[in-house]
């Protein structure tokens, strides 16, 4: 297994090689053996394994997190990796979840990650979290993250919520029923007034210092202490070289916090539909089902060949491929992005025509 020979574990609970792979973090006093002891028997998801995800999996890995559920709709692309240090260049075209899991095994393979190929909604996203100790945000949507905040909420799992843009981040820890929840400082804001990296950009720098703020506050929660930035906003400047916390208190009318919000069930055919803007303005179209479809990729990849279009890459868990100027990916948990055709109508023709 990468050159490492794994042998049985020791009367300490770890292998040799485990206690050598950790052995400058067990000498911290805030670790020692039992902190690493609750780490290894931790399961932490990580919603979204883009900017801000990709550095935190590397660290919660590294750092020897046992279980991690990783939780992205996307594919690799090639804009992703002056930022997405996670990914390579031979990557490009895969679930963004099998290159994740592929590469956060070999950092560390004495882990186990979980790979989940869906787009979070207000429907799903209490089965996405459940049975986490702990959920990280490293969303880029706030209609996700307010479907991960009401989740956590309603499950009582604490969320570690983190956001970046151009030279600016910001973090906070949320404890349900002990501090605001994300509705009680950002609530109601719409992604359509928003701006996105794809149009303002984002420094490399920023993304791995609010990422390093969310896992420090994560190791915490799983070592048992409290976390700083419980009712805390942290805010990051690089351009001042500025970090700010601001005091946050719940909201008095906040349904969330209050428990008023009746949970979304969707039903299991129920597909979502969002448009957003791709390289060069052109229309990209996000088909998110709510439940997992468990596509035979074989069968899709036949679909594909018949239908003229060239196949650019086979993973084990999404295919991409081309034609002309329309491309496009389908994961095998139903979720389809077709890029390049004129209008909605024309996307879900073809996406039906793959589907069958």
């Known amino acids: 297994m990468n050159g490492i020979t794994m042998s049985n574990p020791t009367s300490k609970g770890f292998t040799e090689e485990e206690l050598d792979y950790y052995s400058r973090q067990i000498v911290l006093k ?12 931790a399961k932490v998801c990580v919603v979204g394994a883009g900017g801000l995800g990709s550095p935190i999996l590397t660290q919660l890995a590294s750092m020897g997190v046992g279980n991690i559920r990783v939780v992205d709709r996307d594919v690799v692309e090639i804009s992703n990796l002056q930022r997405q240090h996670l990914y390579g260049v031979h990557q490009i075209g895969l679930p963004k979840v099998e290159a994740a899991m592929d590469r956060l095994h070999r950092i560390n393979p004495f882990i186990e990650v979980e790979p989940v190929p869906l787009s979070v909604t207000y429907g799903n996203a209490e089965r996405i979290i459940e049975g986490a100790d702990i959920v990280v945000d490293g969303l ?3 209609a996700a993250r307010y ?3 009401r989740a956590c909420q309603r499950s009582g ?12 981040g910001n973090a906070s820890t949320i404890i349900p029923g002990e501090t605001a929840c994300l ?19 984002v ?25 700083v930035l419980a009712n805390k906003l942290l805010f990051a400047d690089l351009r001042e070289l500025s970090i700010e916390k601001v005091q946050l208190a719940k909201a008095e009318n906040c ?19 969002e448009e957003i803007c791709g390289r060069e303005g052109r229309r990209v179209w996000i088909f998110s089902p709510e439940y997992e479809m468990e596509l035979d990729l074989e069968l899709i990849n036949d679909k594909l060949d018949s239908l003229g279009y060239t196949i650019t890459v086979k993973g084990r868990l999404g295919t991409s491929f081309e034609k002309e100027k329309v491309k496009g990916s389908v994961l095998v948990s139903g979720v389809t992005v077709i890029e390049g055709v004129r209008d909605r109508g024309a996307a879900e023709k073809l996406r039906g025509q793959i589907l069958g």
């Open 255 to 273: 349904q969330v916090c209050s428990g008023y919000l009746e949970p979304i069930e969707a039903a299991p055919d129920e597909t979502r539909v």
């Open 140 to 142: 880029d949507s706030m």
């Open 147 to 149: 479907a991960v905040n």
């Open 157 to 168: 799992t604490p969320f570690v919520h983190g956001a970046v843009i151009m030279q600016v």
């Open 30 to 41: 805030e670790f020692g053996l039992e902190g690493q002891r609750k780490l290894k028997k």
């Open 203 to 227: 420094h490399p720098s920023v993304i791995s210092l609010i990422a390093s703020v969310q896992v420090s506050e994560t190791i915490r929660l799983l070592l048992g202490e409290t976390p």
């Open 183 to 201: 509705e009680c400082f950002q609530g109601g804001i719409d992604d359509a007034d928003l701006p996105s990296c794809a149009v303002l950009g």
